[in-house]
């Protein structure tokens, strides 16, 4: 019998004069019919019959009731942003059918291997429901679990005005998001070090020996574990400091002036 569904057993015996039932629990009944309204793991086992016929004794006769119930469950993956896609995988064996329910994405009826995608192109805390369908026809309680999903951040970093070798330059972080928290920077300074993880947005200093063009790299994270694209400041570049020098002119004794370049 499936798990909550109303059952009932008649029993016949056109002579007998009185109907007495036993079974699991206590359960006791003295009407033809064995009747249980909602069926479940407790009503499970061996539920015995007994009539009685005026003048030819009692017969009794026993059966055997087995539940049904299907449990659902399932897992989801998913990188935390708003537009991307949540991979869901039935993870309940055995089942016939797999009920989806994902809220304002719709509902899905599929085989049971089936792993639904869904964009939910929102952000915020989305809850999906699962019943499964067993061989028998019997269904599960809905399993449900939630989840969030932030805006999709953006990297951004403000570079120093001045950036001569060997000064100490400071790089502070610019990055924002639309709805969520970030909560973790990944800096690469290009000062061989490569990338460093911070769950602060302390700015972050270095100093280039060498001058030229430096690949500074930033990549944030939100809450919900949506990673940014990185970030990296077009055309920043290390000048070398000036070296002071002159040319000195040819300068005659009565000339009135010289010119150094």
């Given amino acids: 019998f499936c798990y909550k569904s109303s059952t009932s057993l008649r029993a016949e015996n056109i002579l007998a004069a009185t109907y007495a039932w036993t079974g699991p629990n ?24 007994t009539t009685a016929v005026p003048g030819c004794g009692v017969a009794s006769r ?49 085989t049971p291997a089936f792993q639904p995608r869904v964009r939910f192109g929102q952000p915020g805390t989305h809850t999906v429901r699962l019943r499964v369908r067993s061989p028998l026809g019997c269904l599960s ?29 400071t790089f502070a972080d610019a990055s924002t998001i639309v709805q969520g928290t970030i909560v973790k920077w990944r800096w690469d300074l290009a000062d061989g070090n490569g990338f460093r993880e911070f769950t602060s ?6 100093a280039y020996p060498t001058w030229g063009g430096k690949d500074v790299r930033l990549v944030v994270e939100s809450q919900t574990g949506c990673v940014s694209d990185t970030f990296r400041a077009a ?19 009565d000339d009135a002036s010289a010119r150094f370049i």
Avoid: H
Avoid at 235 to 253: A, D, K, N, S
């Fill in 26 to 49: 206590g359960y006791t009944s003295n009407d033809t019919t064995l009747r249980i309204p909602a069926f479940t793991v407790r009503d499970t086992g061996l539920y015995t019959i």
């Fill in 62 to 110: 026993s059966v055997r009731l087995l539940i049904d119930q299907p449990i659902a469950d399932f897992s989801l993956l998913t990188n935390g942003c708003e537009t991307d896609s949540v991979r869901f995988t039935n993870l309940a064996t055995g089942m016939s059918r797999a009920l989806w329910d994902f809220g304002p994405r719709g509902t899905m009826d599929t």
């Fill in 141 to 169: 309680d809905d399993t449900a679990k939630s989840f969030l999903l932030s805006s999709v951040p953006l990297a951004r970093y403000l570079t120093p005005t001045v950036t001569c070798t060997g000064m100490t330059l």
């Fill in 201 to 206: 947005p302390t700015p972050q200093s270095a």
């Fill in 235 to 253: 055309g920043f570049t290390v000048t070398p400091y000036p070296r002071p020098g002159f040319i000195t002119p040819e300068v005659c004794l």
